[in-house]
């Protein structure tokens, strides 16, 4: 999944830079480092920030990986300036204002608007990044969702485009939920215990079966290689299975 989120960072930062007039301090430019003119909060890379900063806050918290996308951004939005650093706390205050209110959601979706008006894919992959810090922690709130569609009606997308986009995500991550549940059974089936077992008790039958598997156990039974090694394959085996209930216990 992380691979995934950052790669959308990747691509999303891509088109920020892509195709746009060098003489056009509004927008950022490729390939070279701008110097900031005039306030931020009206070029590209402030509104941007102020758009995630609606979605981010939208759902009320926001979840460790999505922090993490976030300070992922402000580095790569902020080095395109001369001062990446001086800009980089700029960009954090732009979102910590931001998030504090929805009341000028389309007025900062329609100033973004004009400064990509004439290319209407890089706004789709703008949406489909906003959507991607929406979905982050697994669920798309309903008051995510009436972000998510004020900024698509705002930036004027296409209403099948954006119907589309969330379909795909909703897809992504009812998949990797299922996924998720049933590598987690399959976790519990290893140990030998049920979902609703204490720690201590999970605890309990993973050294029972560590004691019972650990190949220097095996090995002073005097078993034989090909048992040893299947031992050993056990053990990783249930060794995993610990971690990931440890992890979903959490």
Known sequence: MELFIFIAV?????????????????????NQTQKLQGELIDHEAGLLIALMAKVAKADGHICELEAEVL???????????????????????????????FENTIIISEKYYKLTKFD?????????????????DGEFSDAENMIIEDIASALQIKSNDLQNLITQFRQYYTQKSQEQSMNLQKAY??????????????????RTLVKQYHPDVVT???????????????????????????????
């Open 10 to 30: 990747v691509v999303i930062f891509y088109m920020l830079n892509k195709d746009y007039n060098p003489s056009n301090y509004q927008n950022i430019k490729i």
């Open 71 to 101: 300070s992922h951004t402000f580095t790569d939005v902020a080095s395109v300036f001369e001062n990446s650093s001086e800009i980089r706390e700029q960009l954090k205050q732009i979102y910590k204002k931001e998030k504090e209110t």
């Open 120 to 136: 209407y894919t890089k706004r789709l992959k703008v949406l489909e990044y906003l959507l991607n810090l929406a979905f982050i």
């Open 189 to 206: 089936e290893i140990l030998g215990v049920d979902s609703t077992a204490s720690e201590a008790q999970i605890k309990k039958a993973y």
């Open 220 to 250: 002073g039974k005097g078993a034989s290689e090909s048992i040893i090694e299947e031992a050993t394959k056990k053990l990783q085996e249930i060794n995993e299975a610990y971690e990931l209930i440890k992890k979903h216990k959490k």
